[in-house]
Nanobody
Framework: QVQLVESGGGSVQAGGSLRLSCEVS????????MGWFRQAPGKEREGVAT????????FYADSVKGRFTLSHINAKNTLYLQMDSLKPEDTAVYYC????????????????????WGQGTQVTVSS
């Protein structure tokens, strides 16, 4: 059973930074599409950043390009989302997601077609 455990959320002022972590357990980290989604109160769930762990294109939402960076460390089975220049509109619950795929071309990108979701971590940005 794949489990995703997020950490690193919190409260920060506009312009600040946070780094979210997602630790994967119960499966080999490698052949997965992984990334982050978010959902703000009263808004639809939104894909933020995703990629295949073995390479290929990293997809970013237009609203976070140039500010957020997706990375991972295989040896730690951990995915990261570095968030810089945070804005109040980045306030949301952030979810780590995963889907088993052997090939990057089969990853869903920013569509919410992922099989595994973490419990979410709150990010609050104040102005």
């Amino acid at each position: 059973q794949v489990q995703l455990v997020e950490s690193g959320g919190g409260s920060v002022q506009a312009g600040g930074s946070l780094r979210l972590s997602c630790e994967v357990s119960g499966a080999n980290f490698s052949p997965y599409c992984m990334g982050w989604f978010r959902q703000a109160p009263g808004k639809e769930r939104e894909g933020v950043a995703t990629r295949h762990i073995n390479g290929g294109t990293t997809f970013y939402a237009d609203s976070v390009k140039g500010r957020f960076t997706l990375s991972h460390i295989n040896a730690k089975n951990t995915l990261y989302l570095q968030m810089d220049s945070l804005k109040p509109e980045d306030t949301a619950v952030y979810y780590c997601v995963a889907r088993h795929e052997w090939y990057a071309r089969n990853c869903p990108g920013l569509r919410p077609d992922y099989d595994y979701w973490g419990q979410g971590t709150q990010v609050t940005v104040s102005s």
